[in-house]
């Protein structure tokens, strides 16, 4: 799921660094996430995991590392097809 | 009535109020209204008991906000920014002792606080900045191009936010206290504008030093989120309705004094007054319902985090923002030619002037093109009473 996460992550999180030096647990909103960035984030997740974010975790937090979206994705259902 | 708005009421019929005609033409910072509401410990109420301040509530604020935006606007805004960084410092300080001394000196000296987070080059963008903390041997170095600090000179501390370090993104920003004593302010842009003239909000390039402890340890982002905005779009949407129900009070006056004129024939600007009544209490109802939205979510960082709370508090200075020129405006064609008038007991020209700031402070095109992005992330909420 990782894996996928960062697919989705190098087209829609307009991140100045490369996605190479960001580790699964490095603040994402530090290494440039902004906030108009999370939404469209957000959109291309739902989009790729064909799943949608209820409000309670349309939070800063649920975006702000690759571990943090993982959890959130397992949350809502979408199974870690590598476990 | 609280013994703090029965102060506010004193220094604004008293003293803001008197003055504000005079701090309006000369463009001057309204000292004797500050020094007032020093004197009366105003400045300090939201410190909490535990570092010797009265532990007074956002609500209390708001109130006073309303109360001062009637008498003198400039007074207001400056009290309003002030507490805006007050709240702040007061929420994210955790544990770092020089934050908690600085709190207790805030409390006990009453000192002032002005806010540096606009700056050259990213616009009216305040969650990117240009400027970095430059670190070295447990100190930091900033210089920020500040197109606008309120009232920088007779401040004691301005809150100035920066990017975490020279290599940190635009967005990865902190926010630092800089010591007035240690601000090297180099005047540029000069405050020469339609309304809130006595803000004082000239143009300088800063440059300052300080301590690590200075610095908030928790992202800016977080701050804004939780603190910053909401409790802005809190403080100042309560003294733009304090400048729309004071225009509607002078509209009032000049409509009795109509209808006494000419006892049984009623005048042609009451019906007008009842509609624009009608717009300061949907005005005043948004404010309220904000406020208590505010203070249920006060107690939890994920709820001030939210979404839809954003876009709640984002709504609100929206609104406000264009109701109060609105219900102005109103005021102003009831009085007719003695509210153009510049020198008649029901001129709204002040309040006119002063209104219009409300829709550029932080640009409501951006606060829309911000809410436009929450609203493609947000789901309907069918609940009514949820
Ligand atoms: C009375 C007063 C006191 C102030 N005091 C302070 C202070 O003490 N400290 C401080 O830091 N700042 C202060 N400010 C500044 C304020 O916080 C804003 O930063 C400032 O008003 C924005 O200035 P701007 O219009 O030049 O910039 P912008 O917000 O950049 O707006 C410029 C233009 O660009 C358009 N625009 C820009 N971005 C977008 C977008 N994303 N979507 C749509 N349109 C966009 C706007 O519509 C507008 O036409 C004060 C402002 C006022 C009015």
Same mark, same amino acid.
């Given at each position: 799921?990782?894996v996928?996460? +960062?697919?989705?992550?190098? &087209?829609?999180g307009?991140?100045?660094?490369?996605?190479?030096?960001? =580790?699964?647990?490095?603040d994402?909103?530090?290494?440039?996430?902004?906030?108009?960035?999370?939404?469209?984030?957000?959109?291309?997740?739902e989009?790729?995991?064909?799943?949608?974010?209820?409000?309670?975790?349309? =939070?800063?937090?649920?975006?702000?590392s690759?571990d943090?979206i993982?959890?959130?994705l #397992?949350?809502?259902?979408?199974?870690d097809?590598?476990? | 009535?609280?013994?703090?708005?029965?102060?506010?009421?004193?220094?604004?019929?008293?003293?803001?109020g008197?003055?504000?005609?005079?701090?309006?033409a000369?463009?001057r910072?309204?000292?004797?209204?500050? &020094?007032?509401?020093?004197?009366?410990?105003?400045?300090?109420?939201? $410190?909490?008991?535990?570092?010797?301040?009265p532990?007074?509530?956002?609500?209390?604020?708001?109130?006073?906000?309303?109360?001062?935006? +009637?008498?003198?606007?400039?007074?207001?805004?400056?009290?309003?920014m002030?507490?805006?960084?007050?709240a702040?410092l007061?929420?994210?300080?955790?544990?770092?002792?020089?934050?908690? #001394?600085?709190?207790?000196?805030?409390?006990?000296e009453?000192?002032?606080?002005? &806010?540096?987070?606009?700056? #050259?080059?990213?616009?009216?963008?305040?969650?990117?900045?240009?400027?970095?903390?430059?670190?070295?041997?447990? =100190?930091?170095?900033l210089?920020?191009?500040?197109?606008?600090?309120?009232?920088a000179?007779? !401040?004691?501390?301005?809150?100035?936010?920066?990017?975490?370090?020279?290599?940190?993104?635009? &967005?990865?920003?902190?926010?630092?206290?800089?010591?007035?004593?240690?601000?090297?302010?180099?005047?540029?842009e000069?405050?020469?504008?339609?309304?809130?003239?006595?803000? !004082?909000?000239?143009?300088?390039?800063?440059?300052?030093?300080?301590?690590?402890?200075?610095i908030?340890?928790?992202p800016?982002?977080?701050?804004?989120?939780?603190?910053?905005?909401?409790?802005?779009?809190? $403080?100042?949407?309560?003294?733009w309705?304090?400048?729309?129900g004071?225009?509607?009070?002078?509209?009032?006056?000049?409509?009795? #004094?109509?209808?006494? +004129?000419?006892?049984?024939?009623?005048?042609?600007?009451?019906?007008?007054?009842?509609e624009?009544?009608?717009?300061?209490?949907?005005?005043?109802?948004?404010l309220?319902?904000?406020?208590?939205?505010?203070?249920?979510?006060?107690g939890?960082g994920?709820?001030?985090?939210?979404?839809?709370?954003?876009?709640?508090?984002?709504?609100?200075?929206?609104l406000?923002?264009q109701?109060?020129?609105?219900? $102005?405006?109103?005021?102003?064609?009831? !009085?007719?030619?003695?509210?153009? +008038?510049s020198?008649?007991?029901?001129?709204?020209g002040?309040?006119?002037?002063d209104?219009?700031?409300?829709?550029?402070?932080?640009?409501?095109? =951006?606060?829309?093109a911000?809410?436009?992005?929450?609203?493609?992330?947000?789901?309907?909420?069918?609940?009514?009473?949820?």
């Amino acid at each position: 799921m990782k894996v996928r996460i +960062r697919t989705v992550l190098k &087209s829609a999180g307009s991140l100045q660094a490369g996605l190479d030096a960001i =580790r699964d647990d490095s603040d994402l909103h530090a290494a440039g996430l902004t906030s108009h960035a999370t939404v469209n984030l957000m959109l291309a997740l739902e989009e790729a995991f064909d799943v949608e974010f209820p409000d309670r975790l349309l =939070r800063r937090k649920t975006f702000s590392s690759i571990d943090a979206i993982a959890e959130a994705l #397992a949350e809502i259902g979408v199974r870690d097809e590598a476990a | 009535m609280t013994p703090w708005l029965a102060a506010a009421r004193a220094v604004g019929v008293e003293i803001a109020g008197r003055h504000a005609d005079d701090v309006d033409a000369r463009g001057r910072f309204p000292a004797e209204a500050l &020094s007032a509401l020093k004197e009366r410990a105003l400045l300090g109420l939201l $410190v909490p008991a535990s570092e010797g301040g009265p532990g007074a509530g956002i609500a209390d604020v708001v109130v006073i906000c309303h109360e001062l935006g +009637r008498h003198c606007a400039s007074t207001a805004m400056i009290y309003a920014m002030h507490q805006i960084q007050v709240a702040c410092l007061v929420r994210h300080a955790g544990g770092n002792p020089w934050l908690r #001394a600085f709190i207790r000196r805030l409390a006990s000296e009453q000192l002032l606080l002005a &806010s540096a987070t606009s700056e #050259a080059g990213v616009g009216g963008d305040v969650r990117s900045s240009v400027c970095a903390l430059d670190e070295r041997r447990g =100190r930091f170095a900033l210089t920020k191009q500040a197109p606008v600090i309120s009232y920088a000179e007779p !401040c004691d501390a301005i809150l100035v936010t920066a990017r975490r370090t020279p290599q940190s993104p635009p &967005s990865d920003q902190m926010l630092a206290v800089v010591l007035r004593a240690d601000a090297d302010l180099q005047a540029r842009e000069v405050w020469n504008t339609l309304g809130m003239r006595g803000t !004082c909000s000239n143009g300088y390039r800063l440059a300052a030093e300080g301590e690590i402890a200075q610095i908030l340890q928790v992202p800016y982002a977080d701050i804004s989120a939780q603190t910053m905005l909401p409790t802005s779009h809190l $403080v100042w949407s309560a003294l733009w309705l304090g400048i729309a129900g004071e225009a509607l009070s002078r509209a009032r006056a000049f409509v009795r #004094a109509e209808a006494k +004129r000419k006892p049984g024939v009623p005048p042609i600007g009451a019906a007008r007054l009842a509609e624009a009544m009608g717009e300061l209490q949907s005005m005043k109802g948004e404010l309220l319902a904000c406020l208590r939205q505010y203070e249920a979510a006060a107690g939890s960082g994920d709820a001030l985090s939210a979404l839809p709370f954003a876009l709640a508090m984002n709504n609100l200075k929206i609104l406000s923002s264009q109701k109060v020129v609105s219900i $102005v405006g109103q005021a102003m064609l009831i !009085c007719g030619l003695e509210g153009y +008038r510049s020198d008649s007991p029901f001129s709204i020209g002040r309040l006119l002037r002063d209104a219009h700031s409300a829709v550029v402070m932080v640009n409501n095109d =951006r606060i829309v093109a911000n809410n436009a992005g929450l609203a493609l992330a947000l789901r309907d909420d069918p609940e009514l009473l949820a």
